[in-house]
RNA sequence: GAGCCAUUAGCUCAGUUGGCAGAGCACCUGACUUUUAAUCAGGGUGUCCCAGGUUCGAGUCCUGGAUGGCUCACCA
């Protein structure tokens, strides 16, 4: 316990409160406290409370004293309430002791429920206790707490003084029941895949190194549970997702936190049309149940989620974007050439179809705002995909974008073991060409493939993202309760 | 990883040309029995992010560092 000399005057003044009751006998953390109801649901039907006793629990948020009479506010996790306390009704001690709450402490109180002249439902106190003693003052009533840093670290009081952050993540446990209420009802089985892999596949990225001591090996934090999914297709299930969070050692930005959480979801039997239809319909349907609307706005931009959405060739969106006209080159070289005449950077190893990536990336990704799923990517970025048969330099795979964002990904799943491990090998060379993003060979993956996995779509959706469009969050720290921080000192 | 910006009381923020450290809320004392950003009277509670430097004198100028934010890079 900290020091008393060491605390400023605020803390020391509230722990001599707390001294000052115990010396009464009055233990300050109390036990168990039966409720009667949520603050809001009181102020919602005053009618129907009027008059009524009831027994509420919460934190107080403000005081208002008068003398002899005392008002405050009450905040629980339905919302806040005004309570009144009367020397009159509670006698010379309990007023007492009501007058000298701080701001911050959690109480239980049992009382009357009347309006004041003003029109404000309140509580007039018959009797409460003190459950909670609030030793740290509570940052400023009128303009909460504002500083990021303090918000990210400290986030259990930007939730008790910021009540829209409370919120967005009530709706944020809202669209994930949705969307497992939604694949429930379309017979997917929800499971759950290792996060410790000895092999980090199913993406491209750069994965986190832990260690078991008892095996002596090291693990990787999973980067996607894609390939464990598709070995449940092998054996014999045929609807199947996963909500769960994928590990990523990569930057951190507005968009990317180490730890992001994902919906993955493998349909035997189906393809990259299905998971289309699957995607529009879901997070439409998601948005009319949580939000009641199908069209948000998100940072002062209307976006329309009504489906059906715009699907647009990738090939036909770089033409249409940078002028380049893809179909129309056929070497790598040529493309290295067109996209440094377009003044992108190239380093001289892209093949033809990172470069395409390259355009697109520069040229496309910021203008999609309205919801588009962009078609066909190229074989050499889809290492996972099954080609085309009509294009086999192509797949039958989309991205999704909305607000120029990555929203969803999917394709029909390569389910040919050895073109898989042919897709394998050429990332291989690129991992040994210093590409430690190329995905790695795993060979209990090819050898379940060898067994047969049914053809199948597969869809991955970033929740994080999903959450920050339908909440309208600028930052994907603002939808994800403990961010990643730097400790202090 | 690079550039720009920020860091002053518990919180939100001012701080002029380099000249005694400020306000509002919160808090403390007193008044007030339907107030509501309650009101009235009084009280300033501080490692000015940290470490150096320049200067008679630094919250302010310079150098280095820490943390955060934004942009870029990275991240299909």
Request: proline residues 8%; glycine residues 6%.
């Given at each position: 316990m900290a020091n008393v000399e060491e605390l400023n005057e605020l803390m020391r003044v509230r722990r001599e409160k707390l001294n000052e009751l115990r010396q009464k006998g009055i233990e300050p953390y109390g036990e168990k406290f039966e409720r009667s109801n949520y603050a809001q649901e009181i102020v919602d039907n005053f009618e129907k409370y009027d008059g009524q006793q009831v027994k509420l629990a919460g934190r107080i948020m403000a005081k208002r004293g008068h003398g002899k009479a005392c008002f405050a506010n009450l905040q629980d996790v339905s919302g806040t309430i005004q309570i009144y306390g009367r020397l009159n009704d509670l006698g010379e001690e309990a007023y007492s002791m009501f007058e000298k709450l701080d701001i911050g402490d959690i109480i239980g109180l049992e009382g009357t429920v009347f309006k004041t002249r003003r029109g404000e439902v309140t509580v007039s106190l018959t009797g409460f206790v003190i459950l909670s003693k609030s030793l740290r003052p509570l940052p400023e009533k009128w303009h909460g707490l504002k500083d990021v840093d303090l918000r990210y670290r400290q986030r259990y009081v930007d939730l008790t003084v910021n009540p829209e952050v409370r919120s967005t993540f009530v709706i944020r446990s809202r669209i994930v029941r949705e969307i497992r209420n939604y694949l429930d009802k379309l017979g997917f089985l929800e499971v759950e895949t290792p996060m410790m892999h000895p092999i980090a596949g199913g993406a491209a990225a750069r994965p986190f190194i832990t260690h078991h001591n008892a095996l002596d090996m090291d693990l990787f934090l999973r980067i996607a549970p894609e390939l464990y999914l598709k070995r449940l297709l092998v054996g014999g299930f045929d609807k199947v997702y996963e909500i769960n969070r994928n590990f990523r050692n990569e930057g951190i930005s507005t968009k990317h936190n180490p730890e992001f959480t994902m919906l993955e979801l493998y349909q035997a039997y189906g393809d990259v049309e299905d998971m289309m239809e699957i995607t529009e319909n879901l997070i439409s349907s998601v948005a009319q149940k949580v939000l009641g609307t199908t069209k948000i706005r998100y940072q002062e931009q209307e976006i329309d989620l009504t489906p059906?959405?715009?699907?647009?060739?990738?090939?036909?969106?770089?033409?249409?974007?940078?002028?380049?006209?893809?179909?129309?080159?056929?070497?790598?070289?040529?493309?290295?050439?067109?996209?440094?005449?377009?003044?992108?950077?190239?380093?001289?190893?892209?093949?033809?179809?990172?470069?395409?990536?390259?355009?697109?990336?520069?040229?496309?990704?910021?203008?999609?705002?309205?919801?588009?799923?962009?078609?066909?990517?190229?074989?050499?970025?889809?290492?996972?995909?099954?080609r085309k048969k009509d294009n086999p330099g192509l797949t039958h795979r989309f991205e999704l974008f909305i607000y120029g964002r990555e929203m969803a990904n999917a394709f029909s799943e390569l389910n040919d073991p050895i073109d898989q491990k042919q897709r394998f090998e050429k990332q291989l060379e690129k991992r040994n060409a210093g590409d430690d993003e190329a995905h790695m060979m795993d060979e209990d993956y090819i050898q379940a493939l060898e067994y047969g996995m049914p053809p199948a779509g597969g869809l991955g959706i970033g929740i994080d993202r999903l959450v920050m469009l339908l909440t309208d969050s600028p930052s994907i720290r603002d939808v994800i309760l403990f961010p990643l921080m730097r400790p202090r000192d």
């Open positions: 059906p959405w715009k699907r647009l060739p990738m090939l036909e969106a770089v033409k249409q974007y940078s002028g380049l006209d893809f179909n129309s080159i056929t070497s790598a070289e040529e493309a290295r050439n067109k996209a440094k005449e377009l003044g992108l950077e190239i380093e001289g190893h892209e093949s033809w179809g990172d470069v395409l990536n390259i355009v697109f990336e520069e040229f496309v990704e910021p203008k999609l705002i309205q919801p588009t799923f962009v078609l066909d990517y190229p074989v050499e970025i889809s290492p996972l995909a099954k």
